[in-house]
């Protein structure tokens, strides 16, 4: 029982951070930019709904944390939404130069990945201690036992992309979700050291669609998973560290890589590849943000930093009321040279606001289901 309370006290304040962090850092990069371009910050809000503690600075801008940590906003002084006295019509949002409101919007995604890049090179500079990626039992009949692999074999690369964690290996396997082609699994023998590369043939895959576990599905068992306070056999450890230049150069990649996953996750999303019962609400980004903390400060890191990568992506899509949706009718405004007519940017929006509400219920949905 007490473990039980220990886990969630760690699980909430694992997300009070991470609410913190990665959605303070999008909406302060928001407001930062807006001030130094001389627009007017109305409010500074972290969650929506009803305001929990409020305060102001002295040039006006209100600051609030309330009650349904979900996101957040920047309020900005706009003639559209209110009327604005005479003499500060200049500091409007609305009467703003294209490229002025562009670099405002476009300014909390790139925080996000800006953030990411930055956990990731004191992860790299401090170094980490990782699971080696050895296969500890293959299902007979499976997938992986069909291309030869056998237990006690490290993964050492897929597709010819180094595997350094089961992390990495799961990520390239998603990678080909919905594809049914074939992956490569290069290996190394724990044993007599001899290496091999195998072939897996994917064109009968099939997940999970709730809990999608790439490694099951394709009949793999790890010989030890990471488990908070267990001791790992130091043969299954392996330190990863780098230099300042080369932990910058491999945090560049990492975000990359991410950045990548993402997008060929969303695509598989949007053509049926991938369900959307895969998807996770905030009670699984609960549960990742205590798991991880759990592990300790720089696995906590790493969340934050896939995380981040995770809301910047989303938020450049072009759908309407997520910043992506902004860009893109600037985009288009400045292609036709004038503005779009208010009637089609309510419609808009309109649909923008029906799509994300749908996601989100369908997400929770399927947080509940994992529950029960």
């Not at 920047?74 to 500091?91: N, Y």
């Not at 990731?120 to 980490?128: A, D, E, L, S």
């Not at 969340?303 to 992506?313: H, T």
């Amino acid at each position: 029982m007490m473990s039980t309370y220990l886990s969630l006290l760690v699980s909430i304040i694992g997300i009070i951070i991470t609410i913190f962090f990665v959605v303070g850092t999008h909406e302060f990069a928001h407001f930062i930019v807006a001030r130094w371009l001389k627009v007017k910050v109305l409010c500074f809000s972290i969650g929506f709904g009803k305001t929990l503690v409020r305060w102001h600075d002295r040039k006006g801008t209100e600051y609030r944390l309330a009650l349904i940590p979900l996101g957040g906003y920047v309020k900005m002084l706009d003639e559209t939404e209110a009327p604005v006295k005479a003499e500060e019509s200049q500091f409007a949002f609305n009467r703003q130069a294209l490229y002025t409101k562009f670099l405002i919007v476009a300014a909390g995604p790139c925080m996000n990945l800006f953030c990411a890049f930055v956990l990731y090179c004191v992860i790299f500079m401090v170094g980490f201690t990782a699971i080696k990626p050895v296969i500890g039992n293959v299902a007979a009949n499976s997938i992986a036992a069909v291309s030869g692999l056998t237990s006690n074999e490290e993964i050492l690369r897929v597709d010819g992309s180094e595997a350094m964690t089961w992390t990495s290996v799961m990520l390239r396997l998603l990678l080909h979700l919905g594809n049914q082609d074939v992956a490569s699994i290069e290996v190394r023998n724990m044993a007599t050291m001899h290496t091999s590369t195998h072939s897996l043939n994917l064109s009968h895959w099939q997940l999970n669609k709730l809990n999608p576990d790439p490694l099951a599905s394709i009949g793999i068992t790890p010989s030890i998973l990471p488990i908070p306070y267990i001791k790992v056999p130091p043969y299954l450890l392996k330190k990863i560290q780098y230099g300042p230049m080369k932990a910058i150069a491999k945090a560049g990649q990492e975000v990359q890589d991410f950045i990548y996953f993402n997008a060929i996750l969303f695509g598989k999303l949007i053509t049926g590849k991938l369900s959307l019962e895969s998807l996770g609400g905030p009670i699984t980004i609960f549960e990742g943000a205590g798991s991880a903390l759990q592990y300790g400060l720089l696995p906590f890191m790493g969340f934050l930093a896939f995380l981040s990568i995770s809301i910047g992506i989303i938020n450049f899509l072009p759908i309407p009321g997520l910043d992506g949706g902004h860009l893109f009718i600037y985009v288009i405004e400045s292609i036709i040279g004038r503005p779009i007519p208010e009637k089609i940017l309510l419609l808009l929006y309109r649909f923008g606001f029906i799509l994300i509400f749908l996601l989100v219920i369908q997400a929770v949905f399927n947080d509940l289901l994992r529950l029960f």
